[in-house]
């Protein structure tokens, strides 16, 4: 593996594609729904699924057998599940959520829970380092191996919406049985 050549590859994906999409993700107050009992009805949280799979499908839409799909039970939040083959090794499974907690007072001058604000490399927002990052930097981290030609396994990503991983990763495996993705290399 050629780690400069990585990072420039990762670099690249921030400036290029991550950055835009992570301030547009900051921007929606998509709060868990123990904070946002009309999470359905307020539809901040499909708003934030939206983006999360319309910015998956575009970056993996080269990529043969990659699929991205959302799953919904009635009254549940939805669940991201991202399939990406691999040709090394046994799946591995990576977790990520996309729900947030409050904005809370306390913020500095000039920044609030729902702007993102770029300071320098940093930025600045509620979820944009709470785990509301998982989708972009999985799906970079693929693209910079496959940029080296690096094998890597089957990845299977899971982002869940309710801060509850048992009941999301019950609800997966059920999905994932149903259609018979169990018995897929």
């Not at 921007?27 to 009992?37: E, G, V």
Request: aromatic letters at 8%.
């Amino acid at each position: 593996m050629d780690f400069p050549a990585l990072r420039q590859h990762i670099d690249r994906a921030w400036q290029d594609d991550i950055l835009l999409a992570l301030r547009d993700y900051i921007a929606i107050p998509c709060q868990s729904p123990a904070f946002d009992p009309d999470w359905a009805g307020n539809g901040h949280m499909d708003r934030a699924v939206e983006l999360m799979t319309q910015w998956a499908r575009q970056q993996l839409a080269e990529l043969a057998g990659a699929t991205v799909e959302v799953l919904r039970l009635p009254g549940r939040t939805p669940l991201l599940f991202i399939d990406v083959p691999g040709e090394a090794g046994p799946p591995s499974l990576i977790y990520g959520h996309l729900d947030k907690q409050p904005p809370m007072p306390g913020w500095a001058p000039g920044r609030a829970a729902w702007t993102p604000v770029l300071e320098g490399e940093r930025l600045y927002g509620r979820g944009g380092a709470d785990d509301g990052y998982a989708v972009f930097a999985a799906i970079a981290a693929l693209r910079a191996l496959r940029a080296q030609g690096l094998a890597h396994p089957r990845c299977l990503i899971v982002i869940e919406a309710a801060r509850n991983p048992v009941a999301s990763i019950c609800r997966l495996i059920s999905n994932c049985w149903r259609r018979g993705w169990a018995n897929r290399a």
